[in-house]
């Protein structure tokens, strides 16, 4: 039975509950009946060992049809979680779609075979990737609101542009789109949560976040995850919001709610918080068993109120079905997921060939020549980039002018570029600016950006770190190219999960269908002379031992601008470091080298020559490393080449191997931590495919396994320092 419910899918006005028409009742109960059944199919398979995963939306489906059918697939934008099957099926994924997730084949539209069932994608739909992790995707709903309020303000900067990124982001905006984020109540005791309304909050951003209460977070009951155990109690003085609480058991209702959230969305007015009641009436998964934890008259209560039992005794109550009629609907939409599912069954499975497919993109490599422009402009003109303190220097510029110039230089060029993060803005209250110079970034390497571009593109975030990531992931599922910064690499770690789970996964595990290519920089490393554990710390292994993400340390101004740049145009997530110590060295200044410099990823660099000994290292080392060879050279007589990596992933393998077949002696050097760094992979490698050409073992050099202290001399100690890397080209000289 086919019924036409656009006017309930509608434009955001308030039907009282009996202005829906008996046909629209029916459409209501057809997809929740529906859903219901492609959740009974899938338990049905996994009892049979013909799948592996399921988790089901059962008493969830008033509440997700209502939200649904308020709002419009492939217009609005929805971020779901992994109970939202009801609502999938109502924004127009088939029950065939869902099957294909629940075997894993290689036509399962989300992913390819990739995630569990229920972890649902479609570009059509507006339907984005979303991932296991618990209250992430709220972020990035509010980053998509965001870029979606940027678009309409800008039509223009929708256009696509050759060269970079934007060659391969479709870009479709509507002036009053919605976005929809769902996430259980238990979920709400994450930081997300609260960083995500914030933000919407605080921006009036049209989100409308749908909290699905059904009591528990696996066995853990409300009142153990919410202080008095109703978050609208919690959330209700969060200003811009529109608020409803509701029966999530009644569709209609629901709907109701959802309508009057959206329309107030619409407006313009702020976000929506949409609190539905409702019942897990099966257990949390088939992996779990509610009869451990729940007493059987709390269930027998949760059964009691099952969405779909209601709504077919009112359809009946109200005239509108007759109980064979109903009967004869509910067997044909069973017999549907049951076809559905057989013909999933007969799916082609996912090649083990094309597991590596999607980890980067396919359309842009940041290796390939195009990023190797023609030689830096010869010229000491500065592009307006304001140094240390903020004025205008004429060259050679220190690597935090650069850097400043190169953000500079691409904001002009591509106006999709936004720059947020903690104080990165001149100043949040511009009229401070007609008596003060301005912050721009604790290091000053935003440093009037804000003046130039305006508090649109350049501004200031909570200081919540998985709040700069997860929106930014938002921004750039959109087309928009955010470039953000963590203030230190010392306080990453609550964008961890972000980066982590979110932002170097989205491309692969949606199977190539959505993509987050966002810039983040972050200052890092010690040599600083009292920066202490908490402003000293580096830790990159940790980012290259994550697929997905492309990591760059630079060691030097000129380096710093050309990679910056491919980093921006490039369509990968990049995580970009700055070692603080080198943003104002001499060492390594450079003449402005003029907009359009590039830099490939993967290219190191000879930053000296030599025959006896490779030296492979990269950021604070190269200086360190540079005057232990020359001493080497003077004291010793030997000959060290130094190879500066420059990206950390992609790395120069060729450069490595070239260079050791010639001196047959290498040591990897860097300053985080020797255990498990990022030289026992390339040591490992080293002796694994070099082995006939060295004459000695690999060494490496790293700090001691342990944190920086604040005293320099313990800093001192703990660091690498040019005496030890002389120490160790001089033993390894004569093994
Ligand atoms: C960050 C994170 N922590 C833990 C988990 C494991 N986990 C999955 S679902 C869940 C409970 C979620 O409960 P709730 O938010 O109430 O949603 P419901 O499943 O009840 O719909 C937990 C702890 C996870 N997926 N992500
Ligand atoms: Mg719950």
């Known amino acids: 039975m086919e019924v036409a419910i656009s006017s309930a899918r509608a434009s955001g006005s308030r039907p009282a509950s009996d202005e829906l028409s008996a046909q629209q009742k029916v459409e209501i109960y057809r997809l929740m009946f529906l859903s219901r059944s492609v959740d009974d199919r899938e338990v049905l398979l996994k009892r049979q060992q013909k799948t592996f995963f399921q988790i089901s939306t059962a008493g969830h489906e008033a509440l997700q049809v209502?939200?649904?059918?308020?709002?419009?697939?492939?217009?609005?934008?929805?971020?779901?979680?992994?109970?939202?099957?009801?609502?999938?099926?109502?924004?127009?994924?088939?029950?065939?779609?869902?099957?294909?997730?629940?075997?894993?084949?290689?036509?399962?539209?989300?992913?390819?075979?990739?995630?569990?069932?229920?972890?649902?994608?479609?570009?059509?739909?507006?339907?984005?990737?979303?991932?296991?992790?618990?209250?992430?995707?709220?972020?990035?709903?509010?980053?998509?609101?965001?870029?979606?309020?940027?678009?309409?303000?800008?039509?223009?900067?929708?256009?696509?542009?050759?060269?970079?990124?934007?060659?391969?982001?479709?870009?479709?905006?509507?002036?009053?789109?919605?976005?929809?984020?769902?996430?259980?109540?238990?979920?709400?005791?994450?930081?997300?949560?609260?960083?995500?309304?914030?933000?919407?909050?605080?921006?009036?951003?049209?989100?409308?976040?749908?909290?699905?209460?059904?009591?528990?977070?696996?066995?853990?009951?409300?009142?153990?995850?919410?202080?008095?155990?109703?978050?609208?109690?919690?959330?209700?003085?969060?200003?811009?919001?529109?608020?409803?609480?509701?029966?999530?058991?009644?569709?209609?209702?629901?709907?109701?709610?959802?309508?009057?959230?959206?329309?107030?969305?619409?407006?313009?007015?702020?976000?929506?918080?949409?609190?539905?009641?409702?019942?897990?009436?099966?257990?949390?998964?088939?992996?779990?068993?509610?009869?451990?934890?729940?007493?059987?008259?709390?269930?027998?209560?949760?059964?009691?109120?099952?969405?779909?039992?209601?709504?077919?005794?009112?359809?009946?109550?109200?005239?509108?079905?007759?109980?064979?009629?109903?009967?004869?609907?509910?067997?044909?939409?069973?017999?549907?997921?049951?076809?559905?599912?057989?013909?999933?069954?007969?799916?082609?499975?996912?090649?083990?060939?094309?597991?590596?497919?999607?980890?980067?993109?396919?359309?842009?490599?940041?290796?390939?020549?195009?990023?190797?422009?023609?030689?830096?402009?010869?010229?000491?003109?500065?592009?307006?980039?304001?140094?240390?303190?903020?004025?205008?220097?004429?060259?050679?510029?220190?690597?935090?002018?650069?850097?400043?110039?190169?953000?500079?230089?691409?904001?002009?060029?591509?106006?999709?570029?936004?720059?947020?993060?903690?104080?990165?803005?001149?100043?949040?209250?511009?009229?401070?600016?007609?008596?003060?110079?301005?912050?721009?970034?604790?290091?000053?390497l935003t440093a009037g950006l804000q003046t130039e571009f305006g508090s649109e593109r350049v501004f200031n975030s909570p200081l919540a770190e998985a709040n700069i990531v997860g929106r930014a992931i938002g921004y750039a599922l959109r087309g928009m190219k955010p470039v953000v910064e963590i203030q230190f690499f010392d306080y990453i770690w609550p964008a961890m999960h972000q980066i982590r789970n979110e932002l170097a996964l989205m491309r692969w595990r949606s199977n190539g269908t959505w993509a987050a290519p966002v810039v983040i920089r972050v200052p890092i490393g010690g040599y600083l002379t009292g920066g202490a554990i908490y402003h000293s710390q580096s830790g990159e292994s940790i980012f290259t031992h994550t697929p997905g993400l492309r990591v760059v340390f630079p060691s030097n101004a000129l380096d710093a601008n050309g990679l910056l740049r491919t980093a921006i145009r490039c369509d990968d997530p990049v995580l970009f470091f700055e070692h603080k110590r080198l943003y104002r060295e001499t060492y390594g200044r450079a003449a402005y080298p003029g907009p359009e410099f590039a830099i490939p990823f993967g290219k190191a660099k000879i930053v000296r020559p030599g025959t006896d000994i490779t030296l492979v290292t990269y950021g604070a080392l190269i200086p360190r490393a540079m005057q232990a060879a020359q001493q080497a050279e003077r004291e010793h007589g030997i000959e060290t080449e130094i190879l500066d990596l420059r990206t950390l992933n992609p790395y120069d393998w060729e450069a490595i191997a070239e260079s050791v077949r010639k001196t047959n002696r290498v040591i990897v050097a860097h300053e985080d931590m020797l255990s498990w760094g990022y030289g026992a992979e390339l040591a490992a490698r080293i002796a694994d495919e070099l082995f006939d050409d060295l004459d000695a073992p690999v060494r490496r050099i790293g700090a001691m396994d342990t944190f920086v202290a604040y005293q320099p001399k313990l800093e001192d100690a703990i660091l690498p320092q040019p005496e030890n890397i002389l120490k160790a080209i001089v033993d390894l000289k004569s093994y």
């Open 66 to 444: 209502g939200a649904a059918l308020a709002l419009r697939p492939g217009y609005d934008w929805f971020f779901p979680y992994y109970r939202d099957g009801a609502l999938c099926l109502a924004l127009g994924v088939t029950p065939y779609e869902m099957m294909l997730q629940a075997t894993g084949a290689a036509t399962d539209p989300a992913s390819g075979g990739r995630q569990m069932p229920r972890h649902w994608s479609s570009r059509a739909l507006h339907i984005v990737s979303t991932s296991s992790s618990t209250a992430t995707q709220l972020l990035h709903a509010v980053g998509c609101a965001e870029a979606g309020r940027a678009f309409s303000k800008h039509p223009e900067n929708s256009a696509r542009a050759e060269g970079d990124y934007r060659a391969f982001h479709d870009v479709d905006f509507h002036g009053d789109e919605v976005a929809l984020a769902c996430v259980g109540e238990g979920s709400t005791s994450q930081g997300e949560f609260w960083e995500a309304i914030n933000t919407a909050s605080n921006q009036k951003l049209p989100v409308i976040f749908c909290v699905e209460d059904n009591g528990y977070a696996i066995s853990v009951p409300v009142e153990v995850n919410t202080p008095g155990g109703n978050i609208s109690r919690l959330v209700a003085n969060f200003p811009n919001f529109f608020f409803a609480e509701v029966d999530g058991n009644d569709p209609v209702a629901s709907l109701r709610a959802f309508q009057e959230a959206a329309a107030h969305c619409r407006a313009g007015h702020g976000p929506a918080l949409v609190h539905g009641h409702c019942v897990r009436l099966y257990s949390h998964s088939l992996s779990d068993d509610d009869k451990n934890y729940r007493s059987a008259a709390e269930r027998e209560a949760d059964l009691m109120c099952d969405p779909i039992a209601r709504m077919r005794s009112r359809l009946i109550g109200e005239g509108i079905l007759t109980v064979s009629e109903i009967d004869e609907l509910e067997r044909g939409l069973e017999a549907e997921a049951a076809e559905a599912a057989e013909r999933a069954m007969e799916a082609p499975l996912p090649e083990v060939e094309g597991i590596t497919e999607h980890i980067y993109s396919e359309d842009l490599d940041p290796t390939r020549a195009a990023f190797a422009t023609e030689q830096p402009q010869v010229s000491s003109e500065t592009n307006g980039a304001a140094s240390a303190g903020g004025h205008k220097s004429s060259g050679p510029h220190t690597m935090a002018d650069l850097i400043n110039s190169c953000l500079r230089d691409e904001m002009r060029r591509d106006p999709r570029i936004v720059i947020y993060g903690e104080d990165v803005a001149d100043a949040s209250r511009v009229e401070a600016l007609s008596e003060a110079k301005g912050k721009g970034g604790v290091f000053k």
